[in-house]
């Protein structure tokens, strides 16, 4: 009740918008809508539109917006070990969006400390992930470390976050107790 109070006091009249981009260009504002790879694409794949089949993302000459749109499709699904698969053909394992989604993923399947390091490493990498703190800030909410999801707000908006979909599904999730899986 405290932490809607505060918010209450520090955000009168604020509406929900909702907006920005996230990494890889996505707008993350909207639950992903089901493609071939979730309706067609079993385990590991990826739908390829040029080869109009499901490939291994290893294996594929798919781009990375691809591989994005790919691993949080899969991630809503609730495909988090074949979004992870995904995620583990990426290029480069330091970009801050991939560490972005390795933590998303490992929070969904409930390694929050492995999560935390691996938003941690994100944030590190590219101080202003808005995503990567809005996902963290919601495994805070999530374990019940509502200080910590404060803080994680506060960045947000100290970054020029407000009205941005992170910051948003964050105090979404602050106010309410749930939080997102897009």
Not at 76 to 96: I, T
Request: proline content about 4%.
């Amino acid at each position: 009740m405290r932490v809607l109070l505060a918010l209450a006091v520090a955000m009168p009249g604020f509406a929900f918008a909702a907006g920005g981009n996230g990494n890889g260009g996505t707008t993350w504002t909207n639950p992903p809508k089901p493609s071939e790879t979730t309706k067609t694409c079993k385990g590991v794949r990826v739908w390829d539109e040029k080869k109009k089949r499901c490939v291994r993302p290893k294996n594929s000459s798919l781009d990375t917006e691809t591989l994005y749109g790919a691993v949080r499709e899969l991630a809503y699904a609730g495909r988090y070990d074949d979004a992870q698969g995904v995620l583990s053909a990426m290029a480069d394992q330091n970009d801050d969006g991939v560490l972005t989604y390795w933590g998303f993923t490992h929070r969904k399947l409930g390694h929050a400390e492995l999560a935390n390091q691996y938003y941690q490493r994100a944030i590190t990498q590219n101080p202003d992930n808005l995503l990567a703190r809005s996902y963290m800030g919601q495994g805070f909410v999530a374990e019940g470390k509502t200080e910590l999801a404060i803080a994680q707000w506060k960045e947000i908006r100290a970054r020029g976050g407000a009205g941005t979909w992170p910051e948003t599904s964050l105090r979404t999730a602050l106010e309410t107790g749930l939080t997102f899986s897009y």
